[in-house]
């Protein structure tokens, strides 16, 4: 898998993607202390990714954390997922959701729990980002439903929970600048990606991108974190699916105003996403928006799963 440097390079001049790589590079060197997921879910990553391993054997590995297991099974047996019978154990989880999706909630409660509390700014409310950052997962996830990609629907939910996660690196680690780029956001009717360019040189999208190959998730993980803003910077012809999932999800928590993730700005929707969902139609963004968010807002009621996380002690 490329780098992000070695992305920057495909699809920017040379002059420019060796000035943002630099400035990435530069930034990224002054974080002490790298926030790292707990062992067993780097564990996990790993062994799902190993096509030897088997179901029993990951069960196995969860289940030597007892928290995490029962925040598993927890998410497993609420309406989000919403199956009939009770899931009890690992095991059965594994069997009726899939060793992806047991893969996915974990990383998904532990990033919660991981960057449940830190700084914060009078423009950045952390309890308003994670409205935001799940609402964007469960758009993402419905629409991979509603458009039959259903193979990624559970990648688009933690796609979206993920994709601005660079702006809790930023705020923890980089107060000063991070904050002037959100005054500066919100004093010129900015986008808070463009304020970051300004004042860092470089955006969330690109750290976020970063700490998740450091995390080692996988490539399409980081290619919709990386990308969610611009989905045709890496490949003009064919972006991949997960990154026009985040970027329509996140577009259309914007325009409803779900939580919010740093500036005022409403929904920014590439026209070529907006024209791949209206198929030909001739209607407004604001009439597809109204009608992609159809049954929205009860999978958002279903969430509250995961936003009751943030409360619990453990973990």
Not at 88 to 99: H, K, R, S
Not at 173 to 198: N, P, R, W
Not at 238 to 259: F, S
């Amino acid at each position: 898998m490329p780098n992000l440097a070695q992305k920057f390079a495909q699809v920017q001049s040379p002059e420019l993607s060796q000035k943002r790589s630099q400035r990435l590079r530069q930034i990224t060197e002054k974080i002490i202390g790298l926030p790292t997921l707990p062992t067993v879910v780097t564990q996990l990553i790993s062994v799902v990714g190993d096509p030897a391993s088997s179901a029993r054997q990951i069960a196995r590995l969860v289940s030597t954390d007892q928290a995490l297991t029962a925040k598993i099974l927890k998410v497993a047996n609420s309406s989000f997922y919403g199956f009939s019978r009770e899931i009890a154990t690992v095991q059965l989880a594994i069997v009726v959701l899939g060793i992806e999706m047991v893969k996915n909630i974990g990383l998904s409660v532990a990033v919660l729990k991981r960057f449940s509390e830190g700084k914060e700014h009078r423009l950045f409310d952390r309890q308003r980002f994670w409205a935001h950052a799940i609402g964007c997962g469960v758009a993402a996830r419905m629409l991979a439903l509603k458009f039959k990609e259903r193979r990624i629907a559970d990648e688009a939910f933690v796609a979206g929970v993920l994709h601005d996660i660079g702006k809790l690196i930023l705020i923890e680690y980089f107060y000063e600048e991070f904050s002037e780029a959100l005054e500066k956001a919100d004093a010129e009717g900015l986008s808070i990606v463009d304020a970051e360019e300004q004042v860092l040189g470089v955006s969330h999208a690109d750290v976020g991108a970063w700490l998740a190959e450091k995390w080692n998730l996988p490539a399409h993980l980081v290619h919709a974190i990386a990308y969610h803003h611009r989905p045709f910077e890496p490949d003009a012809e064919k972006p991949e699916d997960l990154v026009i999932l985040t970027h329509m999800g996140d577009a259309l928590i914007r325009h409803l105003r779900v939580g919010n993730s740093g500036d005022g700005q409403l929904a920014s929707l590439d026209e070529r996403v907006a024209g791949m969902f209206k198929k030909g139609r001739q209607i407004s963004d604001d009439a597809l928006f109204e009608e992609l968010g159809i049954g929205l807002e009860a999978e958002l009621e279903t969430a509250q799963v995961f936003k009751d996380l943030e409360n619990d002690t453990e973990y």
